[in-house]
């Protein structure tokens, strides 16, 4: 029980299971707003509600656990990831490539009881998901890649529950983008002297931290606009438009504590954008079922 139990704890330490939090929000709030406006209520059920976590959760370990498979090379060259269980050897690369495989197959299974859309898009967005882990080695634009990883997650909801792809979903996945891109510009500011040594492309290694804090902000600002033409196109009542006006504000929050500290950088990452998805979930909820 005890190698078990240090198993799935070096597992939890490889790709943090408890920062699902950044997407599954976003996957709910599609899922609500596409079911008020089909079924003419928020409750959507158990089944797609369990197959909703279960995909958001495999997605994640895939793209987590792929990219720390892809990085062990590069993780041990940075003083900040040195200790990480892929480097040091706590999870063995077999075991990575065996949990990337499991969850990979986990998610395209999963897709496959959503609906037969789903399915046709599970292996497209597994594509996608993966694909950050390359862009790094040659191009700067990486930290948008990973913004479209996780702006799949409020595409995959509306999927899930109405089978198409409506333009308040795609405006709302929109902002996700810049808002997830804004915040790891943030994040690897952290990493811009690292990677210049190791030759890796960055916002950061290319334009400088100034630069970047200022292209992080315009990132944000459109998050915002895209997340105020989401309320306007989906049709939303005042407590959607609460949601934004709540994200604008952390979102500010969030520039004003890295800029006074970079050392802020984990709790404005972390804390600061893990409460503005959860924030702008019980918002929206709020909104669907008064």
Do not use: C
Request: hydrophobic content about 55%.
């Amino acid at each position: 029980m005890n190698k078990i139990k240090k198993l799935l704890n070096d597992f939890n330490e490889l790709v943090m299971f408890k920062h699902s939090i950044f997407s599954l929000p976003f996957i709910f709030i599609a899922m609500i707003v596409a079911s008020v406006q089909t079924n003419g209520s928020a409750w959507f059920g158990f089944k797609l509600l369990t197959l909703g976590i279960l995909a958001a959760v495999t997605a994640r370990n895939f793209a987590m656990g792929f990219n720390r498979y892809m990085d062990r090379d590069i993780d041990a060259l940075n003083p900040r990831t040195e200790n990480r269980p892929n480097v040091d050897g706590r999870v063995s690369p077999t075991a990575m490539l065996i949990f990337n495989i499991a969850n990979a197959l986990g998610f395209i299974a999963v897709a496959y009881f959503v609906n037969a859309l789903a399915f046709y898009l599970a292996v497209p967005i597994l594509v996608i998901i993966g694909s950050y882990s390359y862009f790094k080695r040659f191009s700067y634009l990486a930290h948008v890649i990973l913004g479209i990883s996780l702006a799949l997650a409020p595409i995959a909801g509306v999927v899930a529950v109405s089978e198409t792809i409506t333009l308040w979903s795609v405006l709302l996945s929109i902002g996700v983008m810049f808002w997830v891109a804004g915040f790891d510009l943030l994040y690897s500011l952290q990493d811009m002297e690292v990677d210049k040594k190791l030759g890796l492309h960055s916002i950061p290694s290319k334009f400088g931290a100034k630069n970047t804090m200022l292209i992080s902000r315009v990132f944000h600002l459109l998050t915002v606009v895209f997340w105020l033409l989401f309320a306007i196109s989906s049709d939303s009542g005042l407590f959607t438009y609460l949601a934004v006006l709540a994200g604008a504000i952390m979102l500010s929050y969030e520039h004003y504590l890295v800029n006074k500290d970079f050392t802020k950088i984990d709790k404005a990452f972390f804390t600061v954008n893990g409460y503005l998805g959860i924030v702008f979930f019980f918002l929206v909820l709020i909104d669907a079922i008064i």
